[in-house]
């Protein structure tokens, strides 16, 4: 590894650095982070996981959230440093090689997204309800979603993906 | 063989899946901010906290000398390239940075190119500006008033604040109306300033190689092609040494249309550093800097006949435009095409006035999913109709019925001039009715009123002029408003086909396929959609207004078409008959005389490339531009019905039901999502979305706290109806525009349905967006309650 700077007569500025372990869709890592950065530039541009979005700086679009050990979180509001020791999952994490999660085949089969810019984000605010209540109501999945702003959609169709996704996993648990 | 099943290969009609959905789904999106140059820079600018200020000096040098610290950008260094100040779509100009003085809060002052974002930022903040505060100015009246400060003080013919006077239509037929009316009918309204808040930023990479001369733009343009041109001219760069590349955009909306001075900084920054330079801009720049939308004042009046038959309509606008004149607009217009008004109603003379004026407030005035201000046009339509049918005393819906244009009489030339094309506005009406269960409703409502709860119904119609051109009457700095599409079948029978659109979310690498589908026959799977990069898109005006399937997705099927001609001709030849022996049916040419003797379309494309007729020029590709006869004319009608808590003012939707006639559907379910999503910004406009400012011209709605979105949780459902389908006459497939027509007919029926539910108390108008505030206000002192600006200490 390598980092260069300018040389400005020698005056370098000591930015200070902390060193953290974490996991990112299952991966260890360790990264070095600057202790002001936050947790969605960690996971853009020092993983280059380019799924998480930025849309507001203010923890209010959710174009940002991540799972952190399982619960939805705006990473635009956490800072790298704090997710020392956690597990991060991004939507990179949804699919495996083969077979797309059925959320993202429900978004897709209900037409839940046309710019796709808050889709990851919802769909991962969508999988910490549905492995919370595999049965939600239309009311629970509004409830659950409404940290997330879509200005494309209305909503209307994603909420029917989230259904269409429950009902799915609902149908696979019961084959299995 | 038999003929194709269009919807199983993705034809017209077919409900297919989207395309683009693979790689959103994914995370694999291509966003400008997701894109990564060798030895990228970034660009951070430092704004104005200012509405109104003399700069007495900027003091760069603390952020010089940060490390990693690239350059610094001020006005006074822009001026040395002639790049101070650009032009406007609308013969105006703009500041990229300030160099005399500040004229809105947001306004770019400096930036900073670093090797990180985050030092970029900490640069900004080191620059030392000193400002001298000026009296603001937050609204027209504010600025036609004596004294008032010239805002654009640069301009050495602007004495005032006036930017223009304009007028439309027939001023002594309006007056005779008038003075042979039973009953004129008043309404004044302000429709708030909006900001189109895409969730996505705008951003650009600007990319210059001293090498190769040329320059390379990612960014969020919804119209490439105009950028390049405006690149060209204003940094005087050879247009063929420029690239604008559009990749995916997260929501546009109309945001994405203008020039902005980020933009600028950015193509400069990087030919200076010859090193790519990268700008993402922050909500809060988003919000306060770049194309606000509407802050228009309407003050109009109805010439009615005791039996409700209108007889004319005068309007006069009082549009707010901000420091900058820099409507994205046709050039004939000066309001955009509010003289659209009335379009769907049959009255013999109309007037329109209209005046611009220049406030200490972010300029834009850009079409917020609508066609040129038709939303404020449709808007006012709707709430003077309920005013007028109320003051009457006839019922809303027969008031609406009796005025249409009727089927019979189109193409009907409206009072403002407009051709409109087609339509079944009763028949659309009656589905609503029916869907709604107005008797019904209007039962349960008087009955509710017994007992003290407010339930109320509100009507909205509107038809929109969609797509344009044509050429003749509408044009962007003279450059003419047509469009492209060029189509390349291969060997194999695959194709692609590009268009001077730009989707940003309407799904056009699905819906375009599904065009050439239906014209030959290849299966939409096998055919790739590509926009936004100027060195391999045919030229086009962009995606905006509702106008790509008008006119973009009317080149598509004309480029479809001519590669038919050839393929016919390649056909003939295979089958080794004369032309006209040849006929077509989907996918396949076959003889008449022998219609089993026939040859696929991918036969014919592989002939074009191993087996064409002597004399014949290889390959199947082709080009077409399109200008349309006229705009598109759909037609809507939205019923709302809410119920009014008259102890807070709080309403809500009890249901809400869309009738929509855009003629033929391309993708039903694209269709059907280009709705629910304009409903909700109706919703969202109507009941807690706008931008306001403080009597210092701060802006209130600067993030997404203050700026209030609705989210699933307040977003009501809606019922959606297609019963109706009235294909436009000119179009080749019979397509009209959809994108905007709930976004623009929506507003008026929510608020239609809250003064309906305030019957009785007098109350004529409260102010867009409905806060619960105003409308107790409206309910307990019994009066109209305006929104405009500066803000009200309730809000």
New interface residues.
């Given amino acids: 590894m390598t980092i260069v ?2 040389d ?1 007569e020698g ?3 000591d930015v200070p650095v902390r060193r953290i372990r974490f996991t990112v869709n299952g991966e260890k890592k360790i990264a070095e982070v ?1 202790p ?2 936050l947790l969605a530039h960690l996971i ?1 541009r020092g993983l280059g ?10 923890t ?2 959710g ?1 940002c959230t991540v799972l952190v050990d399982g619960r939805p979180v705006k990473s635009c509001t956490m800072l790298a440093v704090q997710a020392d020791g956690h597990e991060i999952s ?3 994490g ?2 495996s090689a083969s077979e ?1 999660h059925p959320l ?1 085949e429900g ?3 209900e ?1 839940g ?8 984000g919802m ?1 991962l605010a969508a999988k910490a309800l549905l492995d919370e209540n595999p049965d939600p109501s239309e009311e629970d ?3 659950a ?15 029917k993906s989230v259904l269409w996704a429950a009902a799915k996993l609902r149908a696979e648990a019961g084959e299995a | 063989m038999s003929a194709l099943d269009e919807i199983k290969i993705g034809g017209l009609g077919a409900s297919r ?2 395309v ?10 291509n ?1 400008t ?2 894109i990564t140059l060798p030895g990228m820079l970034h660009m951070e600018i430092l704004r104005s906290p200012l509405a109104h200020a003399r700069i007495k000096s900027i003091d760069t040098s603390k952020a010089w ?4 610290v690239h350059l610094v950008l001020t006005g006074e260094m822009m001026a040395t390239r002639n790049l101070a100040w650009m032009p406007t779509l609308s013969y105006d100009t703009q500041a990229v940075l300030a160099t005399d003085k500040v004229r809105f809060q947001g306004q770019e002052v400096a930036c900073v190119i670093a090797d990180d974002p ?1 030092i970029a930022k900490d640069a900004c903040e080191a620059i030392d500006v000193d400002y001298e505060p000026l009296p603001v100015i937050v609204n027209p009246r504010q600025a036609v008033a004596d004294g008032a400060p010239v805002i654009r003080d640069d301009k050495e013919s602007q004495t005032g604040n006036v930017i223009y006077d304009w007028e439309v239509g027939d001023k002594a037929g309006t007056d005779r109306a008038f003075e042979q009316a039973d009953l004129v009918s008043k309404l004044q309204l302000h429709y708030p300033r909006s900001h189109p ?5 705008c951003g650009s990479i600007a990319d210059f190689n001293r090498a190769t001369s040329k320059l390379t733009v990612y960014m969020t343009t919804q119209a490439p092609h105009i950028i390049r041109a405006a690149v060209a001219l204003v940094a005087e760069l050879p247009e063929h040494m420029i690239r604008i590349i559009s990749p ?6 109309g945001n994405k249309v203008p020039v902005y001075p980020g933009y600028v900084c950015s193509i400069l920054a990087s030919i200076l550093l010859e090193r790519p330079v990268k700008w993402i801009e ?3 720049g988003n919000l306060i800097s770049t194309g606000f939308a509407r802050d228009v004042y309407l003050d109009g009046e109805m010439a009615l006949r005791r039996d409700g038959k209108i007889l004319g309509v005068r309007i006069h606008t009082d549009a707010d435009h901000g420091a900058f004149f820099s409507d994205a607009q046709p050039s004939k217009f000066k309001i955009g095409l509010m003289h659209s008004a009335f379009a769907a109603y049959d009255i013999p003379a109309a007037h329109l006035t209209a005046r611009g004026t220049y406030t200490n407030k972010a300029p834009g005035g850009v079409a917020y999913r609508c066609s040129f201000r038709v939303t404020e046009a449709m808007f006012f339509q709707e709430r003077m109709v309920q005013a007028a049918a109320d003051d009457l005393g006839m019922d809303q819906a027969e008031f609406r019925r009796m005025n249409f244009v009727r089927d019979e009489d189109f193409p009907h030339r409206t009072p403002f001039g407009f051709l409109t094309d087609s339509g079944q506005y009763a028949k659309c009406l009656d589905v609503g009715l029916k869907a709604i269960d107005y008797e019904e409703f209007r039962r349960e409502q008087a009955e509710a009123r017994k007992r003290g709860r407010l339930l109320g119904l509100g009507i909205s119609t509107m038809t929109e002029p969609l797509g344009a051109g044509n050429s003749r009457e509408y044009d962007i700095l003279g450059i003419k408003m047509f469009d492209s599409a060029e189509l390349k079948v291969h060997m194999t029978g695959k194709a692609i086909v590009r268009t001077g659109a730009k989707t ?4 056009h690498e699905t819906t375009w396929a599904q065009i050439v589908s239906h014209e030959l026959g290849i299966p939409a799977d096998d055919i790739v959609v590509e926009e936004g990069d100027t060195d391999t898109a045919p030229f086009g005006m962009g995606t905006y207004a509702s106008r790509s399937t008008p006119v973009a997705g009317a080149a598509v099927a004309m480029v479809s078409r001519k590669i038919r001609a050839k393929a016919r001709k390649l056909a003939a030849h295979l089958l080794e008959v004369s032309e006209e022996d040849v006929e077509w049916e989907l996918g396949r040419f076959y003889v008449r005389s022998a219609p089993d003797r026939g040859v696929t379309i991918q036969e014919c494309a592989m002939a074009a490339y191993s087996n064409m007729p002597d004399g014949m020029e290889p390959g199947l590709e082709n080009t077409a531009y399109y200008d349309p006869p006229n705009l598109t004319w759909p037609f809507a009608v939205y019923i709302v019905t809410v119920e009014v808590d008259p102890e807070t003012g709080v309403w809500d939707v009890l249901k809400m039901v869309a009738v929509d006639d855009c003629g033929v559907r391309i993708n039903p ?2 269709v ?2 280009q709705i ?6 109706a919703y969202a406009m109507a009941n807690m979305q706008f931008i306001t400012f403080d009597a210092d011209g701060n802006c209130v709605g600067s ?3 203050d700026y209030l ?1 609705p ?5 009501p ?2 019922e959606l109806h297609s019963e109706v389908v009235t294909p436009c006459p000119h179009h080749p497939i019979g397509a009209k525009g959809i994108g905007e027509c709930a976004a623009v007919g929506g507003p008026a029926a929510f608020v239609n349905a809250v003064i309906d539910a305030l019957g009785g108390t007098g109350v004529r108008n409260i102010d867009m967006p409905l806060l619960p505030d105003r409308v107790w206000e409206a309910i307990t002192y019994r009066r109209d309650v305006s929104g405009a600006p500066p803000v009200r200490a309730d809000d």
């Fill in positions: 700077y300018d400005h005056q370098i500025t600057e002001r950065l853009r996981l380019t799924g998480t979005h930025m849309g507001c700086d203010t209010n679009c174009a991004t939507v990179e949804l699919a797309l993202q978004f897709r089969e037409h997204l046309q710019c796709g810019f808050c889709t990851p769909m999945v509004r409830w979603l409404s940290g997330n702003l879509c200005r494309c959609t209305g909503y209307q169709n994603i909420v | 899946k989207r683009e959905d693979s790689r959103f789904i994914r995370g694999k999106g966003y901010d997701d000398d940060i490390p990693g985050y808040s895409p969730i996505e930023c995916d955009i997260g929501g546009g909306f922050d909500k809060s940003q979310g309407q799904g379910m694209i059907e999502g629910m999503g304009g409903l909700t910004e993030n997404y706290m979105l989210s699933a949780w307040e977003t459902g809606f």
